[in-house]
């Protein structure tokens, strides 16, 4: 249950640093804390606790990458591993985000050291 208001609460956060107004952020967190087939689901069924886990990771993960934070994204990124696959998806993410930003030239070698451990640790699992 803390989990899922956590990842709330996240989403919360995501929604605003996207310049969504607080009053959207709360009602499409409060409507994604009250879904039944996605926090219910994690909510009640033991073995959809990694879904759960690598939601809120996710969402650390694009808060990180917008605020430019490689070590918070480079842990997060291995946690997200760890919990399940899905947070590798997040390397060619932040490798556009950064082409987009033209800012690739000046921090691909930070976002190249934050993939690295998770990288070889997905390969290793």
Do not use: H, Q
């Amino acid at each position: 249950v803390v989990l899922s208001v956590v990842c709330s609460g996240l989403l919360y956060t995501l929604f605003r640093r996207a310049g969504v107004s607080a009053n959207v952020a709360l009602v499409v967190a409060a409507l994604a804390l009250l879904n039944r087939y996605v926090f219910g689901e994690w909510l009640f069924n033991y073995f959809r606790l990694a879904d759960l886990l690598s939601a809120i990771l996710l969402i650390v993960l694009f808060l990180a990458l917008w605020g430019g934070r490689w070590a918070v994204f480079g842990v997060a990124l291995v946690l997200g591993v760890l919990a399940k696959e899905t947070a590798v998806l997040m390397v060619p993410v932040a490798f556009v985000y950064l082409l987009e930003r033209r800012a690739l030239s000046r921090e691909w070698r930070a976002a190249l050291l934050a993939a690295l451990p998770a990288g070889l640790l997905f390969v290793l699992l």
